[in-house]
């Protein structure tokens, strides 16, 4: 099995001050956890574009991530400002991730019509915004795990990222 190392941003001003517990972040972990890759850091930061865009920033550029998952921030209230800040940061659109996730879950509710969640590429690692809420992050994360693994063989540039090419 491939290790893929994963790295949280939970973005909620209230988890961030304290007022409320942390839930995402704990099923997004699991799910990883469940499928044998590892959590190289979880932290939990407010709505503010500049602590998140520099936050990416950091992990992308430290080449000790493979993907970076941010919870949160992808709605329309005035504070949800993740996609922005993902926005800033990448060098690479991958608008099939969001796209996919949307597709599957307007099958379960109409409202994911209103996530603006983004994902890209900046130097080799993968961000990608999930929902905020633990039931829509983890319902969005099983679809897109399919084509984790290989994404990350492609971002590496793994000798045999391209063997499922051929067919």
């Known amino acids: 099995m491939m290790e893929i190392r994963i790295g949280i941003i ?4 209230r988890a961030s ?7 995402t972040g704990q099923t997004l ?23 998140l865009s520099g936050l ?13 998952l941010t919870a949160g921030g992808t709605g329309f209230s005035p504070r949800d400002i993740t996609p922005e800040a993902t926005l800033m940061v990448i060098d690479r659109s991958a608008p ?12 379960i509710t109409p409202h994911s019509m209103l996530s603006r969640g983004v994902a890209g590429i900046r130097k080799n690692t993968l961000i990608i ?14 679809v897109i795990i399919p084509v984790l693994p290989h994404a990350v063989q492609l971002l590496s540039d793994h000798p045999g990222s391209e063997q499922g090419h051929l067919f």
């Open 96 to 107: 099939g991730i969001p796209e996919a996730m949307r597709a599957i879950s307007s099958k």
């Open 17 to 23: 001050q304290g007022l409320r517990p942390d839930l």
């Open 56 to 68: 990416l920033s950091s992990w992308s550029d430290q080449g000790e991530f493979d993907i970076i």
């Open 29 to 51: 972990i699991k799910i990883i956890q469940e499928n044998g890759w590892s959590i190289k850091n979880h932290e939990i930061v407010p709505d503010d574009v500049s602590t």
């Open 10 to 13: 939970t973005v909620s001003d």
């Open 129 to 142: 915004n999930l929902p905020g809420s633990p039931k829509g992050a983890e319902e969005n994360l099983q």
